[in-house]
């Protein structure tokens, strides 16, 4: 092996040993502890994914235990096997500098060290994109010889499916490259391209099977009202505030590089099948992106699957122009060590509060993460005391999915009200809005006890509600004078009990208040 490789080695063992100690000491965000929400009740598929990310908490909380290590124990991993492909794609595609430096480039993006480190849908789309593509360059490499990696494509695909459903746009630019590429669009006429795809099909099970238990809810957003709406609330100021997420997650510079790389090289791709691999994995991700963009601010992480396999050209791009220009060395420098400074206050913007620069709170994109340990110690603490002058057991309900799920895990005392109730609810709905509309809930009716006599059975639903007369505790993060006109309406009379003011630095974090709703009676029809 080379130095270089050495060093490469060296660096990506380093890095990924500080991932595992961040892992484990940062507070996990409000999604990673909704996920892991998702792990404590398996099931085929979910709302708006399939279930790897579940499945991945559940392995790692098997081995480590309900901690942020256990749940994020896979993500430092993600990361070091993303550049290990990418690594390995760039040599194939190019050499072995541009595979270097490519990796280089990957891990000080800001946006790939979150997901590094916290572990969501993108850690893994981002792996099982880019082992896809690694995969079916070896086949196309091979072709038109049947090689396994055909096969092994269509599954890591599936896979990526089973993680995110916008991986299965892989088929897309496999397909388009197939047409685009003259020398392998005999490829069509060929079994190999449809043995991928019936390698991936099996993988549309899950999802298939949890639609038809569900009355196809997880198609909502495709349905022909869902698409009129979406075609008249088109605002160019939205792909705007998109685009300004994506110079803050990507780092303004290399952003630009990626840019310029992308458009600089459509010419060329009509000469070169390996530019044009790069290109046909990278457009209909950032073109669906826009088109995202123009309706609503879209997710930066939803591009990352293309800037990553993207960045292995803008690096072959980028070193054949600073090889003759040293004003463009010196740029493509200074945008490295911007992204890398932009990775560490990513990771920890209290650096930049050790240096005497007050950055408030409301600005640090990480204070939704913080705190939350400290607040569900209050919370134990308060709710154990209000039961005592109470004299009865209470519920909780979140303002948000994201307020339940952080108390959820990290309260000491989890209670249940039986199986599969989450510890925290959140507010009652007609509308589906997440996950927890499909976990028992507390305005959910069941079957009565025949030797009961309540008075609380509702003939037409042949059931009781267990929860009616009962007290809960409304717990938000937002400074509500009031909780909302459906708890309201579902309670015979509410108070504010406590409001809990957490402070960092001596700055304000977090401001949780607490209500209690009293006698539970179900929304009135």
Same mark, same amino acid.
């Given at each position: 092996m080379s130095s270089r490789l050495w060093l490469l080695i060296g660096f990506l063992l380093l890095l990924t040993g500080i991932r595992f100690w961040l892992s484990a000491s940062l507070e996990l965000s409000p999604d990673e502890s909704y996920h892991y !929400?998702?792990?404590? +009740?398996? *099931? /085929?598929?979910?709302?708006?994914?399939?279930?790897? $990310?579940?499945?991945? $908490?559940?392995?790692?909380? #098997?081995?480590?235990?309900p901690t942020e290590f256990g749940v994020r124990? =896979?993500?430092?991993? =993600?990361?070091?096997g993303t550049s290990l492909l990418v690594y390995l794609l760039g040599r194939k595609l190019a050499r072995e500098k541009v595979a270097f430096w490519s990796v280089v480039v990957l891990n000080l993006l800001p946006l790939l060290n979150v997901e590094s480190v916290h572990l969501t849908v993108d850690s893994l789309s981002i792996f099982c994109w880019l082992a896809a593509l690694y995969l079916f360059w070896m086949a196309i490499e091979r072709s038109p010889r049947f090689s396994i990696f055909w096969a092994a494509a269509g599954v890591v695909v599936g896979l990526g499916f089973l993680c995110k459903y916008e991986n299965a746009l892989e088929l897309v630019s496999? @397909? =388009?490259? @197939?047409? /685009?590429?003259p020398k392998y669009r005999g490829e069509l006429r060929r079994p190999n391209f449809y043995i991928l795809l019936a390698c991936f099909a099996p993988f549309l099970v899950p999802s298939v099977l949890w639609n038809l238990q569900h009355a196809w809810l997880g198609l909502d957003q495709w349905t022909s009202q869902a698409l009129l709406n979406a075609f008249f609330t088109i605002r160019f100021s939205r792909l705007v505030e998109s685009f300004s997420l994506q110079l803050a997650f990507y780092s303004p510079l290399l952003l630009i590089g990626l840019l310029i790389a992308l458009f600089g090289s459509i010419r060329k791709a009509f000469q070169n099948s390996k530019i044009c691999l790069l290109l046909t994995f990278s457009w209909p991700v950032l073109l669906l992106y826009v088109i995202l963009s123009l309706h609503q601010v879209s997710d930066p992480a939803w591009t990352a699957p293309a800037f990553v396999g993207l960045g292995i050209l803008a690096t072959h791009y980028w070193l054949q122009i600073a090889s003759q220009r040293a004003l463009i060395s010196g740029l493509c420098l200074a945008a490295l060590i911007l992204s890398a400074l932009q990775a560490s206050l990513a990771m920890n913007p209290n650096l930049v509060r050790t240096i005497g620069i007050p950055l408030p709170y409301d600005r640090d994109a990480n204070s939704g993460t913080k705190g939350w340990r400290t607040i569900a110690e209050a919370i134990d603490r308060f709710r154990a005391d209000f039961e005592n002058r109470l004299g009865t057991k /209470?519920?909780?309900i979140g303002n948000e999915y994201q307020t339940s799920s952080m108390l959820s895990f990290y309260l000491k005392d989890k209670r249940s009200a039986g199986p599969g +109730?989450?510890? /925290?609810?959140?507010p009652e709905s007609q509308d589906i809005q997440n996950e927890y509309s499909f976990w028992p809930r507390y305005d959910e009716f069941v079957e009565a006890d025949?030797? #009961?006599q309540r008075d609380t059975t509702f003939t037409e639903e042949a059931g009781v509600n267990p929860f009616i *007369?009962?007290?809960? =505790?409304?717990?938000? *993060?937002? #400074?509500?004078a009031s909780p909302p006109q459906n708890i309201q309406s579902a309670f015979t009379r509410w108070e504010l009990v406590a409001v809990y003011e957490l402070t960092r630095k001596d700055r304000p974090l977090h401001q949780v208040r607490i209500f209690?709703?009293?006698?539970? !009676?179900?929304?009135?029809l």
């Open positions: !929400q998702w792990a404590q +009740h398996p *099931d /085929v598929s979910y709302y708006r994914n399939g279930p790897g $990310i579940a499945l991945a $908490i559940l392995a790692g909380t #098997s081995l480590f235990g124990f =896979l993500s430092p991993l =993600l990361g070091f496999i @397909l =388009l490259f @197939l047409l /685009v590429v /209470v519920f909780l +109730h989450p510890p /925290v609810y959140i025949p030797s #009961s *007369d009962r007290t809960a =505790l409304y717990i938000t *993060d937002r #400074s509500e209690a709703c009293y006698q539970y !009676q179900t929304l009135p």
